[in-house]
């Protein structure tokens, strides 16, 4: 398209009002978050005035033992999440590209797609029913010791991070060149040294997204977490609800500052991560 | 197609069988197996202090829209039910439909941006997406309480004196649900006006159509895949909200989600629960088969 056509094309585009709606819509996108954010900094007690700047609510939170307890359990059931739902996405985005359609192909889809569809809240009930009669089942038989541990939050946990991690590494697969595994077969490469040598290192930034994006999945669920937990197994979202029943401080507005840096920063290294690749 | 080829495809289609069976596994056993046994929970009898007792009812169906006199044992309409149910959809219907009105202005603005632009824009509208959905629901009820930013500016201008109580209606939660899902219906509207071709405007302009007209006329239908998608994109977690009715709702506006929570935890009646449960996934599973059939007959003429 030539400059002109371009420059023409915008007038027409343009609509009444539209601009300015947007405009609103991205403002009140945001002032909610950057009050948030700037309450954190609060000296006062009171979420209602601004007592002038502090790091106090920070340092509060630091030595909360709840919330250091809370946040080693999110970052490790997201980190085990992360890890166990790449490693069987990236199996079955291999399975599931680069090969012939066959039969049941639709159904693998589905599966993987499934937790994307269903309601959270009618998984979360789901699993309270079906990990309490796991537990029952553990003690009438005298293994008791396994109802406890994070196990099954684990699971659940990497259950539905499974489509996010599936998404980016099915994409990057789908873009792969095959002709450099065409030519590692015909150099005598086996297929485990072709997967190991070409298809994996080519795959990497895939994974690595998926990953990223799994783990901030994991770090934000609330609802099925909220559910599977055993007392004592808050993490950082569920005891963040808990507050907020309560009288409410500028804490909360530090723990929940400090989770927003976390996913911003691997958001923006996920957005650049992806967009190298083009 | 030869022996050979015979064997290679079903080769293939092992292996792709034996490398999806991990995930598959994960998921039968921590998704999609689970809700089988919320099935069976909704057609037994409720246990004394929650839980269930192993008989076979339909009560915990039946109990969705009528409930059982507790001195003459009989039926009557739940009108309590019935308000959550209504509210859950009154609430879901307005929420999609506000942030359409809202979303779409803001996808077609992103739209018609310079393309080095649009990358920054899209970007911004993505960041609240993935942030989470409780810090995002808080944030609201800052905003939103009796001393909130909303009330200090509304005073600070003198358009009221005293504070205007949002929090806890069913209005805060409609601001909720608008806010945390606007960017599910932005993001799906811009990819069907990214795809549209603007010299349809110019023919419509030449016509002599009106602004309205080459909307309405134009723009829309054309676009309508993109309205569907989005609508059902904030329709339905909408439908199934938890998070938001809970912190903005104080648990007085309860809707479907809190109904189901509270069959469960205070232990009241699991089969009823389970039944909710059922309802509340059929009606999305609609929702999304109306869609990809939709979707499946907007592609093939076009």
Redesign the interface.
């Known amino acids: 398209m030539d400059k002109s056509g371009a420059d023409?094309?915008?007038e027409?585009?343009?609509?009444?009002?539209?601009?300015t709606?947007?405009?609103?819509?991205?403002v009140?996108?945001?002032?909610?978050?950057f009050?948030?954010v700037a309450?954190s900094f609060n000296a006062s007690t009171?979420?209602?005035?601004w007592g002038g700047f502090s790091l106090d609510w920070y340092a509060k939170a630091w030595d909360n033992q709840q919330v250091k307890d809370a946040t080693v359990r999110s970052l490790i059931i997201a980190s085990f999440a992360a890890v166990?739902?790449t490693?069987?996405?990236t199996?079955?985005a291999?399975?599931?590209t680069r090969?012939?359609a066959?039969?049941?192909?639709t159904f693998?889809y589905v599966?993987?797609n499934?937790?994307l569809?269903?309601?959270?809240?009618?998984?979360a009930?789901?699993?309270?029913?079906?990990f309490g009669?796991i537990k029952v089942w553990l003690t009438s038989v005298g293994m008791g010791a396994l109802t406890t541990g994070l196990g099954y939050l684990i699971?659940?946990h990497?259950?539905?991070c499974?489509p996010f991690a599936?998404l980016p590494i099915r994409a990057r697969l789908e873009g792969m060149d095959l002709t450099l595994e065409t030519a590692a077969a015909d150099l005598y490469a086996t297929p485990w040294q072709t997967f190991h040598r070409v298809t994996l290192p080519l795959l990497a930034p895939g994974m690595i997204a998926g990953a990223m994006l799994a783990f901030?999945i994991s770090?934000?669920d609330?609802?099925i977490t909220e559910?599977v937990k055993s007392g004592g197994q808050d993490t950082l979202?569920t005891y963040?609800?808990g507050q907020?029943r309560r009288q409410l401080t500028p804490e909360?507005?530090a723990v929940?500052t400090m989770?927003?840096g976390l996913?911003?920063v691997l958001?923006t290294a996920f957005?650049l991560l992806t967009r190298k690749k083009t | 197609m030869s022996p050979a080829e015979q064997s290679a495809v079903t080769s293939s289609a092992r292996n792709g069988w034996l490398l999806s069976a991990p995930a598959l596994t994960v998921l039968i056993f921590a998704a999609a197996g689970p809700l089988l046994i919320v099935l069976v929970y909704s057609f037994l009898s409720p246990g004394q202090h929650g839980n269930v007792v192993w008989e076979f009812s339909t009560d915990g169906w039946v109990s969705i829209l009528w409930s059982k006199d507790i001195f003459s044992d009989e039926w009557a309409l739940a009108d309590a039910h019935l308000a959550i149910f209504w509210r859950s959809l009154w609430l879901s219907l307005m929420t999609t439909a506000f942030t359409f009105i809202v979303g779409f202005p803001t996808a077609w603005f992103i739209a018609t941006r310079p393309p080095k632009e649009r990358a920054l824009w899209l970007f911004l509208i993505t960041i609240p997406f993935w942030t989470n959905l409780l810090i995002r629901t808080y944030a609201i009820n800052e905003v939103l309480r009796k001393e909130g930013l909303m009330n200090t500016v509304l005073m600070g201008l003198g358009i009221t004196d005293t504070p205007v109580e949002v929090l806890y209606t069913q209005t805060a939660i409609f601001i909720g649900m608008t806010y945390v899902y606007l960017p599910l219906m932005v993001l799906p509207l811009f990819a069907a006006i990214d795809r549209f071709d603007m010299k349809l405007l110019e023919a419509g302009y030449d016509l002599y159509a009106s602004r309205m007209q080459v909307l309405r006329r134009v723009i829309l239908p054309i676009v309508k895949p993109g309205i569907i998608a989005g609508s059902i994109l904030v329709f339905v977690p909408s439908l199934g909200a938890y998070v938001t009715p809970r912190v903005l709702g104080g648990g007085k506006q309860m809707m479907i989600g809190n109904f189901i929570e509270l069959q469960f935890l205070q232990g009241k009646n699991w089969p009823l629960g389970a039944a909710l449960s059922m309802l509340l996934l059929v009606i999305v599973m609609v929702a999304l088969l109306v869609y990809v059939r939709y979707a499946n007959n907007g592609s093939s003429h076009g």
Request: positive net charge; proline residues 5%.
């Open positions: 023409r094309g915008f027409v585009a343009r609509l009444p009002g539209f601009a709606t947007a405009i609103i819509v991205f009140a996108l945001y002032l909610p978050i009050t948030l309450y009171s979420l209602a005035v166990i739902a490693t069987v996405a199996m079955a291999l399975g599931t090969r012939r066959f039969k049941g192909q693998i599966m993987i499934q937790p569809m269903v309601p959270e809240i009618v998984t009930v789901a699993l309270m029913i079906v009669l699971l659940a990497s259950a539905f499974i599936y901030v770090l934000d609330v609802v559910f979202p963040m609800l907020m909360i507005n929940s989770l927003l996913t911003v958001l957005f």
